[in-house]
């Protein structure tokens, strides 16, 4: 429901292939409903996914991402992690979970 959602495309990158259904709230971290709400998921392509999972990226509500302190800016660039983009299609459904 997640990819559908988010019509099959990386919410950052508009990318159409590679996708995951990436928890905002941690997996381990949720209830069983939160685990299946649609709204708690943001389609993601790998290298968002996994920069999401691990920290390094988060996103404020109105969607822009936010880079980790930690993470050279040449490095991210070198992987499309990109100041000033901005996720679109966050709600206000999605706000507990970020």
């Not at 019509?7 to 292939?17: E, G, L």
């Not at 939160?34 to 996103?59: H, M, Q, W, Y």
Request: aromatic residues 10%; contains cysteine.
């Amino acid at each position: 429901l997640v990819l559908e959602r988010w019509d099959y495309r990386c919410a950052a990158t508009k990318a159409s292939i590679l996708l995951t259904a990436s928890h905002i709230k941690p997996w381990r971290s949720c209830s069983d409903n939160e685990r299946l709400d649609v709204f708690n998921g943001i389609c993601l392509s790998p290298v968002f996914d996994k920069a999401f999972d691990v920290g390094i990226i988060t996103f404020r509500f109105d969607g822009h991402l936010i880079l980790s302190p930690n993470v050279p800016r040449p490095e991210a660039q070198k992987l499309g992690l990109n100041l000033g983009m901005r996720l679109k299609g966050l709600g206000r459904l999605h706000r507990p979970y970020l």
